[in-house]
Structure formats: C-alpha cells, structure tokens
C-alpha cells in the first residue's frame, strides 16, 4: 500500500482507540480529535492516564515470563497500537533474540509507523500485518508466514476485545487459539465496571469510543470457553499481576509542570504511586494443554 493510500483511509474526523491510547501514553502520534477525546476522559478522572501505562506495563511483564520462564519463541501480538517503546519484539529478543514477531492492526496510522515495528534484532524476526480482528481466518493465514504454527505461538490481545461485543469476542477467541498447538499461550487484558466504576466509567465515555465493559466472570470465560486456565496469580488488575519492583517515580518540581496540559503532565509523570483505586482493567495469562 503507497502511503498515499495509506493517508486516505485516515479518518481524522473522529477519534481512534490506538490513537487515543497513544495521547494517553504521552506519544505524539495522534490527531486533535484524539487529544481531545484523551483530555476529556482525564478531565472526567485525572488519574486515568495510570490505567493505560499499567495495562502497558502488564503486557511487558507477560511478555518477560512467557519468554523467560515459559520458553515461548513466538509472539502473535493483535491489537498492537501505535509503536511503543519498549514494544513486544523488544522485550521478547532482549531474552531471546531469535523470537519471531508478528504484529496486527488495522488502523492506517499504525500502518504509518509500522517500520518502527520492524527494526527486529538480526537473530529474529518481526512482521506487521494490516488485518481486521475480526478476520481470525486472515490473520492467521499472514502470520503462517513468519511464525511457524504448528509449534508453540504466544498470542496477544491487550486491551482490544473490549471493542468487541459477545458473542464475537468468544468466536474470535476460539478461531485464534484453536489454530495453536498445544504449549502456546495467550496474555490477555480487559476493561471492567466491576472496579471503581463511579471513578472511571465517566472517562470512559467521556472519550467517545465504543467499549464492552465485562465483569470479572464474563472475562474468565474467555479462557475457559476454550479450555484455559489462568496461570498465578488468576484473573487480577493489571498493576497486581505478577509486579516486579521496576516502577519508579521521576523526580519532579512544580516547575517541570507548568504551561504543560493534562496529557503532559501526565506523560511527565510515573506510574509508582498507583493506588487499588485508579485501576479497572483485569489481565490474566493462560497455557494451553
């Protein structure tokens, strides 16, 4: 696709979730329309920015045990977003940099930046594929081509299948992990209203974007409909899965804040003070017998 084409299917009217997660990170690959979207929902909660850089954090600690304890080799991350430092192939090669890479969205921006996706440690791999989630038959056919699947693949899908209502989110699970052999894994994260919903539900809407909220239960069974398990410690908020003392918090003066908006100051800020209170995302990891 040229990028002519790739600027055509850009939709700058409304907002993005990858692009809005993007201005909640404190990256600078979004539209005005996103920023808003992001300013609102932080203007509704003004903590929300730690939902979004724990559920990040959740993802490269998943991606360390299933590559450091696990021994998995390859990744099939769906729902990438915009490229994020560090991003799956980074933390999967700096334990094993032979691991295969595969990645797939289907938002044109994504597409943009993809190339930041591809810069894979020589020994590896990395590929990107613009796919639908919704075309588990599709994406399966183009990630063939760079992970072998009839060994052992770690599949992704961090805070995407709450833009998907039942009973497809539950198709699309068992089309993917059916498609695996056994030995592989899935690491998965979610938003709930089961937590702290007077806090964050008004910053949810306040950005616009379709979610499907899920209840604790409602997401254990998209591990159990397949036959899965959640390994230790089970189905937790993200900031309780598995944490390793590798939080900090940047020295800041009042001065490093000023003339700065709420989505500066908060991508100028750490993640170390995080309280029960500011989470309502559950992530969760699952073997496949």
């Known amino acids: 696709m040229t990028d002519r084409e790739i600027r055509e299917r850009i939709d700058t009217s409304r907002p993005h979730p990858a692009r809005v997660y993007d201005a909640l990170l404190g990256g600078k690959n979004h539209y005005p329309v996103d920023r808003a979207a992001a300013d609102g929902s932080l203007r509704h909660n003004p903590r929300g920015y730690l939902d979004v850089r724990h559920n990040r954090d959740f993802m490269r600690r998943a991606v360390l045990h299933l590559t450091r304890d696990v021994g998995l080799r390859q990744f099939l991350d769906i729902g990438t977003g915009l490229p994020t430092s560090p991003n799956v192939h980074e933390i999967a090669q700096s334990v094993a940099p032979r691991t295969r890479v595969v990645y ?124 899965l398990e959640p390994v230790d410690p089970g189905v937790v908020p993200v900031h309780r899965w598995r944490p390793d003392g590798t939080w900090s918090e940047p020295p800041l003066e009042p001065e490093d804040l000023g003339g700065l908006d709420a989505l500066d100051r908060a991508a100028r800020r750490g993640i170390g003070d995080v309280r029960d209170e500011d989470i309502n995302i559950y992530g969760a990891v699952a073997l496949k017998p």
């Open 104 to 227: 797939v969205d289907h938002d044109p921006v994504v597409l943009a930046h993809a190339r930041a996706l591809l810069a894979s440690d020589p020994q590896g791999r990395t590929a990107y594929l613009d796919a639908d989630l919704r075309a588990p038959e599709t994406i399966l056919a183009g990630a063939g081509a760079t992970l072998d699947l009839d060994r052992p693949v770690a599949l992704g899908l961090g805070a995407i299948l709450h833009f998907v209502e039942a009973p497809a989110a539950h198709d699309i699970m068992a089309a993917l992990l059916d498609a695996l052999p056994s030995g592989s894994a899935v690491f998965l994260s979610h938003l709930t209203a089961d937590l702290n919903p007077e806090t964050i539900v008004p910053g949810l809407k306040a950005t616009g974007l379709p979610f499907t909220l899920r209840s604790r239960a409602e997401f254990l069974r998209l591990f159990t409909d397949s036959g």
